[in-house]
């Protein structure tokens, strides 16, 4: 099923990207786009990731730091 029309993803997508580790719509959007036109789908993608666990937030709630490490950082630090 569709999620977003307008970029033609699907549940599927969403759930894939979120068992990647997307934890939030904006982490979708960045992952697919989903969201980033009509904003119709935002709350399905919202009602998505809060039927699983989110590892980073796991993390967060133990204490332990979101962030450890910036894949691509290097490739950014060269562009610069």
């Not at 969403?14 to 580790?21: I, R, S």
């Amino acid at each position: 099923m569709y999620v977003c029309s307008c970029f033609g993803v699907t549940e599927a997508q969403v759930q894939q990207h979120a068992d990647n580790g997307a934890c939030t719509p904006r982490q979708i959007a960045s992952a697919c786009k989903a969201g980033t036109d009509c904003g119709s789908c935002v709350r399905r993608i919202q009602a998505i990731l809060g039927r699983g666990t989110c590892p980073r937030r796991e993390l967060v709630d133990q204490g332990r730091p979101l962030l450890t490490s910036v894949d691509g950082l290097e490739e950014l630090d060269e562009a610069a």
